[in-house]
């Protein structure tokens, strides 16, 4: 597919970035049902490492099979699809160039938790050339006493892949002791997570949809003098796209945890209108069965291509 004036504008954006970089990036742009309209909707399935295999997929038994998800994305029309190394070694080879792949170089598991958590590397940018990746994903935890170790291992991963020709989409999910549970979510702390993502180097840029508690003294006052505007949702995912570069990086936002499908659209279309890229949407999808997970996918793109 042609690039379109959208996507040339947005490809614009990254113009430090090498010609291969760039490329790539197009590749997940201009792909699927979305391609050219310079929105996204990837399927990203990392939750059988991260939450376990009969939590993830013992409600939609397909999903026990890596194939199953390569089918899901490709037959719905997204532009990506996401997960950790096994995953897509499984399909790589048999569905190879039917769409673009972002391969998750860090994950962790439910088996131990700790309250400031840090994601194991279990993939390199070698991998993600070998396997064709389009891009490579990476996890961050704003909050956690870890994240300065974080910080740089993205920082390093990204140089690597940068060089190789590869753009990057950072997972930036706050989360440790410094913040209450609700804090997670709060506009403020979102917005923050965002732009952190941006300045270490992220192409794009994944954030869980903002509530308008905001957590931080200092930011409330902020907030409260400027009248910054957070009553509804499009508000906040406005804000948190200015502060990725005045919307000059793409910012995508997740599913969340299982919700019904009316609140999903109502979100997709808040997310749209405050100026959002789409979304990146796993549970929420490939839990159901593929019928209704096509009918998901597509209902969404077409909220997005509005």
């Not at 970089?21 to 990837?42: K, P, S």
């Not at 939590?55 to 890596?66: E, L």
């Not at 907030?223 to 906040?236: G, M, N, S, V």
């Amino acid at each position: 597919m042609a690039s379109s004036d959208r996507v040339r504008q947005i490809l614009s954006w990254y113009s430090s970035d090498n010609p291969g970089t760039v490329a790539n990036l197009a590749r997940l742009l201009n792909h699927g049902t979305l391609g050219g309209t310079g929105r996204m909707v990837i399927l990203p399935v990392v939750q059988g490492f991260e939450h376990g295999p009969a939590r993830s997929f013992a409600q939609n038994a397909a999903g026990y099979d890596p194939d199953y998800h390569f089918q899901l994305a490709i037959e719905s029309g997204c532009n990506a699809y996401a997960a950790p190394l096994g995953f897509i070694e499984m399909g790589a080879m048999k569905f190879a160039g039917q769409i673009p792949l972002i391969l998750k170089l860090n994950n962790s598991d439910s088996l131990a938790k700790f309250d400031d958590p840090a994601s194991a590397v279990t993939a390199s940018v070698k991998d993600a050339l070998r396997l064709g990746c389009s891009a490579i994903g990476y996890t961050i935890y704003p909050g956690s006493k870890q994240r300065n170790t974080m910080y740089e291992h993205l920082r390093e991963l990204i140089a690597e892949a940068k060089s190789v020709g590869l753009p990057s989409v950072v997972w930036s999910y706050p989360r440790g002791t410094s913040l209450s549970k609700d804090g997670e979510t709060a506009i403020d702390v979102c917005a923050y997570a965002a732009q952190i993502a941006a300045q270490l180097g992220a192409h794009v840029i994944k954030v869980k949809p903002p509530t308008a508690k905001i957590e931080q003294k200092e930011a409330a006052a902020v907030f409260e003098k400027y009248k910054i505007p957070t009553e509804t949702l499009a508000d906040r995912v406005r804000h948190v796209v200015q502060s990725s570069f005045n919307g000059k990086r793409i910012v995508i936002f997740s599913g969340g945890e299982a919700k019904g499908t009316e609140q999903i659209l109502e979100d997709a279309k808040q997310i749209r209108d405050g100026g959002g890229f789409g979304a990146i949407i796993g549970r929420n999808s490939f839990q159901r069965p593929k019928a209704e997970a096509i009918q998901l996918l597509g209902d969404l793109m077409k909220i997005y291509k509005q």
